[in-house]
Every structure is written in C-alpha cells, then in structure tokens.
C-alpha cells in the first residue's frame, strides 16, 4: 500500500520506529550499532562491549545525519545502550547484558545462562592470558561436563 504512494514507512518517524520509541536519533544509531555488531560476529560471537562500539563507530569517524552541529558524534556509551534495548524490542536477538562493571550488547538470538556469564566473568578478569578449561573448573568448582558445555556455547558463537 505504501510502495505506489512513494512513502517508506521504515524512514518514517511517525512509521513503524516511531512505535518502538525510537526517533531519527536512535533509529540511525541503532543501524550503525546493528552493522558493528553483526560485522564484527566472526570475531567475538556476537558478544561486544558497549564501550567498544563507541570506540569503533569513533575510529571509523561515522558521520549521523542527526546532528544539528559540526561534531555530529555527539553520543555517549548511554544511547549506545538505549538504543540497543530499543532493538531487542524486534526479537532479533539483540540485548544487553551485564557481565561485572561492564556493559554487553549481544547480538546473536543464543539464551546465555548462569554459566556462561560466569565464564565471561572469568574472561573478563584474566583477559591478559585467557582462560582454559582446568582454570575454569578450578575457580567455579565444576565438573570437566559442566564446564565444557558451558564453554563450548560460548566458543561456537
């Protein structure tokens, strides 16, 4: 019905985004925060810090549309997260998720459990020299079945 009237009810404000919430403001960041997520999969599984998003959408000088001024990267770590939640409102699998002090978008639709945010935890604090499968079963206390299964999810993604 919108095709033969010319109207794009994507780029709409009052379309199908205005009904997320989300305004010219985080519909083009929430796009730019879908392509560094989806592009960078291969190498982190779908699982990159909100921090890193910044710093990548920053390194590649990206350029917003909404910008009333000259610095048009006029954002912080803030919206990156809002308009993240913003997303997951689509069920493609994008959220966020706390793991320590640091904040997680996730953008693969795979149910982390208790267990893999534990590894992630352990991750996180050994990220100088990694972590391997004795360590992990000697900081947790699990069984070599339990934390194989855990981390294999992890490393499959």
């Known amino acids: 019905m919108c095709a ?3 109207v794009d009810p994507l780029s709409s404000e ?11 403001f985080y519909y083009e960041l929430a796009v730019k925060v879908a392509e560094v997520c ?4 291969s190498r982190n599984g779908g699982i990159i810090s909100a921090s890193e998003v910044k ?3 920053e390194k590649r000088g990206t350029k917003f549309k909404f910008a009333a001024s000259s610095n048009s990267s006029n954002y912080t770590k803030d919206d990156i997260i809002a308009c993240t939640k913003k997303l997951s ?3 493609s699998g994008f959220r966020t998720i706390q793991v320590g002090k640091t904040t997680m978008i996730v953008s693969v639709p795979t149910e982390l459990d208790h267990d893999h945010m534990e ?3 352990l ?4 990220a100088d020299r990694g972590v391997t499968l004795p360590q992990i079963m000697d900081d947790t206390g699990w069984n070599k079945d339990r934390a194989k299964r855990a981390i294999e999810l ?4």
């Not at 991750?123 to 050994?126: D, G, K």
């Not at 992890?154 to 993604?157: A, E, H, V």
């Open 38 to 41: 989806i592009a960078s999969r």
């Open 89 to 91: 409102v689509l069920g």
């Open 55 to 57: 710093s990548i959408l």
């Open 123 to 126: 991750a996180q604090q050994h």
């Open 4 to 6: 033969p009237l010319g």
């Open 14 to 24: 009052k379309g199908f985004w205005g009904m997320l919430g989300i305004g010219e």
């Open 119 to 121: 590894i992630m935890s």
């Open 154 to 157: 992890l490393l499959t993604q």
